[in-house]
T-cell receptor
Framework: DQQVKQNSPSLSVQEGRISILNCDYT??????FLWYKKYPAEGPTFLIS?????DKNEDGRFTVFLNKSAKHLSLHIVPSQPGDSAVYFC???????????FGTGTRLQVFP | GAVVSQHPSWVICKSGTSVKIECRSL??????MFWYRQFPKQSLMLMAT?????????EQGVEKDKFLINHASLTLSTLTVTSAHPEDSSFYIC??????????????FGSGTRLTVV
Protein backbone atom coordinates (compact mmCIF):
# COMPACT_ATOMS: atom_id res chain seq x y z
CA ASP A 1 0.00 0.00 0.00
CA GLN A 2 1.05 3.53 -0.61
CA GLN A 3 1.90 5.53 2.49
CA VAL A 4 2.46 9.23 2.37
CA LYS A 5 4.29 10.91 5.22
CA GLN A 6 4.90 14.50 6.12
CA ASN A 7 7.45 14.47 8.90
CA SER A 8 7.25 18.13 9.81
CA PRO A 9 4.00 18.94 11.60
CA SER A 10 4.63 22.65 11.45
CA LEU A 11 6.72 25.30 9.71
CA SER A 12 7.10 28.99 10.41
CA VAL A 13 8.40 31.32 7.69
CA GLN A 14 8.77 35.05 7.37
CA GLU A 15 6.74 36.83 4.74
CA GLY A 16 8.63 37.12 1.44
CA ARG A 17 10.89 34.15 2.13
CA ILE A 18 10.61 30.67 0.69
CA SER A 19 8.47 27.97 2.30
CA ILE A 20 9.52 24.38 1.65
CA LEU A 21 7.12 21.62 2.58
CA ASN A 22 8.26 18.02 2.36
CA CYS A 23 6.60 14.69 1.74
CA ASP A 24 7.94 11.14 1.62
CA TYR A 25 6.27 8.10 0.18
CA THR A 26 6.79 4.37 0.34
CA UNK A 27 5.47 2.86 -2.89
CA UNK A 28 7.01 3.80 -6.23
CA UNK A 29 3.86 2.83 -8.08
CA UNK A 30 1.75 5.94 -8.36
CA UNK A 31 0.13 8.11 -10.99
CA UNK A 32 0.25 11.56 -9.48
CA PHE A 33 1.12 13.43 -6.35
CA LEU A 34 -0.99 16.40 -5.41
CA TRP A 35 -0.73 19.21 -2.89
CA TYR A 36 -3.78 20.55 -1.10
CA LYS A 37 -4.24 23.55 1.15
CA LYS A 38 -6.71 23.42 4.01
CA TYR A 39 -8.10 25.96 6.43
CA PRO A 40 -9.76 24.87 9.70
CA ALA A 41 -13.34 23.68 9.35
CA GLU A 42 -13.13 23.76 5.56
CA GLY A 43 -12.52 21.19 2.87
CA PRO A 44 -9.10 21.03 1.21
CA THR A 45 -8.48 22.94 -2.01
CA PHE A 46 -6.22 21.73 -4.80
CA LEU A 47 -2.96 23.58 -5.36
CA ILE A 48 -0.69 21.75 -7.77
CA SER A 49 0.16 18.24 -8.89
CA UNK A 50 2.99 16.33 -10.50
CA UNK A 51 2.89 13.16 -12.54
CA UNK A 52 5.21 10.23 -12.09
CA UNK A 53 7.04 11.00 -15.34
CA UNK A 54 8.10 14.49 -14.34
CA ASP A 55 10.49 15.86 -11.75
CA LYS A 56 9.20 19.41 -11.56
CA ASN A 57 5.99 21.32 -12.04
CA GLU A 58 5.50 25.03 -11.57
CA ASP A 59 2.43 27.20 -11.23
CA GLY A 60 2.97 30.80 -10.22
CA ARG A 61 4.45 30.96 -6.73
CA PHE A 62 4.12 27.20 -6.29
CA THR A 63 6.65 24.63 -7.52
CA VAL A 64 6.64 20.94 -6.77
CA PHE A 65 9.78 18.83 -7.10
CA LEU A 66 9.80 15.06 -7.31
CA ASN A 67 12.84 12.94 -6.47
CA LYS A 68 11.86 9.41 -7.37
CA SER A 69 15.13 7.82 -6.28
CA ALA A 70 14.64 9.26 -2.79
CA LYS A 71 10.84 8.77 -2.84
CA HIS A 72 10.52 12.37 -1.83
CA LEU A 73 8.67 15.40 -3.05
CA SER A 74 8.58 18.98 -1.92
CA LEU A 75 6.41 22.02 -2.40
CA HIS A 76 8.13 25.39 -2.66
CA ILE A 77 6.19 28.59 -2.14
CA VAL A 78 8.02 31.76 -3.04
CA PRO A 79 7.52 34.45 -1.99
CA SER A 80 5.50 33.34 1.01
CA GLN A 81 2.52 35.48 1.98
CA PRO A 82 0.49 35.63 5.21
CA GLY A 83 -2.50 34.28 3.30
CA ASP A 84 -0.53 31.09 2.70
CA SER A 85 -0.88 30.24 6.37
CA ALA A 86 -2.83 26.97 6.42
CA VAL A 87 -2.31 23.23 6.67
CA TYR A 88 -0.78 21.65 3.56
CA PHE A 89 -1.35 18.04 2.64
CA CYS A 90 0.40 15.98 0.03
CA UNK A 91 -1.75 13.27 -1.48
CA UNK A 92 -1.35 10.42 -3.90
CA UNK A 93 -3.35 7.96 -5.90
CA UNK A 94 -2.03 4.45 -5.35
CA UNK A 95 -1.24 3.04 -8.75
CA UNK A 96 -4.25 2.24 -10.88
CA UNK A 97 -6.79 3.39 -8.29
CA UNK A 98 -9.07 6.40 -7.95
CA UNK A 99 -8.59 6.70 -4.20
CA UNK A 100 -6.77 9.76 -2.98
CA UNK A 101 -4.59 9.07 0.06
CA PHE A 102 -3.43 11.98 2.20
CA GLY A 103 -0.33 12.62 4.21
CA THR A 104 -0.43 13.84 7.79
CA GLY A 105 -0.22 17.52 6.93
CA THR A 106 2.14 20.39 7.74
CA ARG A 107 0.87 23.57 9.33
CA LEU A 108 2.51 26.57 7.68
CA GLN A 109 2.55 29.91 9.40
CA VAL A 110 3.78 32.93 7.49
CA PHE A 111 4.48 35.88 9.74
CA PRO A 112 5.07 39.52 8.73
CA GLY B 1 -15.73 25.42 -11.67
CA ALA B 2 -16.94 22.25 -10.01
CA VAL B 3 -18.71 22.88 -6.71
CA VAL B 4 -19.55 20.40 -4.00
CA SER B 5 -21.97 21.41 -1.28
CA GLN B 6 -21.99 19.61 2.05
CA HIS B 7 -24.71 19.96 4.63
CA PRO B 8 -24.91 20.53 7.53
CA SER B 9 -21.67 22.32 8.29
CA TRP B 10 -21.96 21.33 11.92
CA VAL B 11 -24.26 19.16 14.00
CA ILE B 12 -24.56 18.19 17.64
CA CYS B 13 -26.44 15.03 18.49
CA LYS B 14 -27.11 12.88 21.51
CA SER B 15 -25.36 9.58 21.94
CA GLY B 16 -27.39 6.74 20.41
CA THR B 17 -29.08 8.82 17.75
CA SER B 18 -28.37 8.82 14.01
CA VAL B 19 -27.14 11.71 11.92
CA LYS B 20 -27.29 12.16 8.15
CA ILE B 21 -24.79 14.23 6.20
CA GLU B 22 -25.48 15.24 2.60
CA CYS B 23 -23.00 15.83 -0.18
CA ARG B 24 -24.19 17.38 -3.42
CA SER B 25 -22.40 18.15 -6.65
CA LEU B 26 -23.98 21.39 -7.82
CA UNK B 27 -22.79 21.79 -11.38
CA UNK B 28 -21.57 18.40 -12.48
CA UNK B 29 -22.55 14.77 -12.28
CA UNK B 30 -20.55 12.94 -9.66
CA UNK B 31 -20.06 9.38 -10.78
CA UNK B 32 -17.89 8.71 -7.74
CA MET B 33 -17.96 10.22 -4.29
CA PHE B 34 -15.53 9.71 -1.46
CA TRP B 35 -16.06 10.15 2.27
CA TYR B 36 -13.24 11.12 4.62
CA ARG B 37 -12.99 11.83 8.31
CA GLN B 38 -10.43 13.94 10.08
CA PHE B 39 -9.62 13.91 13.77
CA PRO B 40 -8.05 17.02 15.28
CA LYS B 41 -4.53 17.64 13.99
CA GLN B 42 -4.57 14.43 12.00
CA SER B 43 -4.76 13.45 8.38
CA LEU B 44 -7.84 12.97 6.24
CA MET B 45 -8.65 9.29 6.40
CA LEU B 46 -10.60 7.76 3.53
CA MET B 47 -13.65 5.93 4.84
CA ALA B 48 -15.39 4.74 1.71
CA THR B 49 -15.89 5.16 -2.00
CA UNK B 50 -19.35 5.24 -3.51
CA UNK B 51 -20.35 4.93 -7.12
CA UNK B 52 -23.78 6.04 -8.24
CA UNK B 53 -26.28 3.22 -8.11
CA UNK B 54 -24.04 0.67 -6.45
CA UNK B 55 -22.96 -0.26 -2.95
CA UNK B 56 -20.19 1.68 -1.33
CA UNK B 57 -16.73 0.19 -0.90
CA UNK B 58 -15.44 0.66 2.62
CA GLU B 59 -11.83 0.96 3.69
CA GLN B 60 -10.40 -1.55 6.10
CA GLY B 61 -11.48 -0.90 9.66
CA VAL B 62 -14.54 1.18 8.77
CA GLU B 63 -17.81 -0.32 9.98
CA LYS B 64 -20.22 -0.36 7.08
CA ASP B 65 -23.23 -0.94 9.34
CA LYS B 66 -22.35 2.11 11.38
CA PHE B 67 -21.52 4.46 8.51
CA LEU B 68 -24.26 3.99 5.94
CA ILE B 69 -23.50 5.50 2.56
CA ASN B 70 -26.08 6.02 -0.15
CA HIS B 71 -25.31 7.35 -3.62
CA ALA B 72 -28.72 7.14 -5.23
CA SER B 73 -28.26 9.87 -7.81
CA LEU B 74 -25.45 11.46 -9.79
CA THR B 75 -25.59 14.58 -7.67
CA LEU B 76 -26.23 13.32 -4.16
CA SER B 77 -24.48 11.05 -1.70
CA THR B 78 -25.38 10.73 1.96
CA LEU B 79 -23.46 9.45 4.97
CA THR B 80 -25.53 8.35 7.95
CA VAL B 81 -23.76 7.81 11.23
CA THR B 82 -25.97 5.34 13.06
CA SER B 83 -26.16 5.01 16.83
CA ALA B 84 -23.57 7.72 17.22
CA HIS B 85 -21.16 7.69 20.14
CA PRO B 86 -18.79 10.36 21.41
CA GLU B 87 -15.86 8.64 19.68
CA ASP B 88 -17.61 9.30 16.36
CA SER B 89 -17.15 13.01 16.91
CA SER B 90 -15.02 14.16 14.03
CA PHE B 91 -14.86 16.30 10.90
CA TYR B 92 -16.41 14.50 7.94
CA ILE B 93 -15.60 15.61 4.40
CA CYS B 94 -16.89 14.39 1.07
CA UNK B 95 -15.31 14.73 -2.34
CA UNK B 96 -16.71 14.11 -5.78
CA UNK B 97 -15.39 13.12 -9.16
CA UNK B 98 -17.16 13.66 -12.45
CA UNK B 99 -16.82 11.68 -15.67
CA UNK B 100 -13.69 12.58 -17.56
CA UNK B 101 -12.32 14.58 -14.64
CA UNK B 102 -8.55 14.42 -14.82
CA UNK B 103 -6.77 12.85 -11.87
CA UNK B 104 -4.05 15.47 -12.12
CA UNK B 105 -6.49 18.06 -10.82
CA UNK B 106 -7.70 15.97 -7.92
CA UNK B 107 -11.27 15.91 -6.78
CA UNK B 108 -13.57 18.63 -5.55
CA PHE B 109 -14.14 18.64 -1.82
CA GLY B 110 -17.10 19.77 0.20
CA SER B 111 -16.65 22.18 3.07
CA GLY B 112 -16.98 19.46 5.68
CA THR B 113 -19.30 18.66 8.59
CA ARG B 114 -18.26 18.94 12.21
CA LEU B 115 -20.08 16.22 14.15
CA THR B 116 -20.15 16.40 17.94
CA VAL B 117 -21.81 13.58 19.83
CA VAL B 118 -22.71 14.37 23.44
Amino acid sequence: DQQVKQNSPSLSVQEGRISILNCDYTNSMFDYFLWYKKYPAEGPTFLISISSIKDKNEDGRFTVFLNKSAKHLSLHIVPSQPGDSAVYFCASYPYNTDKLIFGTGTRLQVFP
Amino acid sequence: GAVVSQHPSWVICKSGTSVKIECRSLDFQATTMFWYRQFPKQSLMLMATSNEGSKATYEQGVEKDKFLINHASLTLSTLTVTSAHPEDSSFYICSARGPGQQKSYGYTFGSGTRLTVV
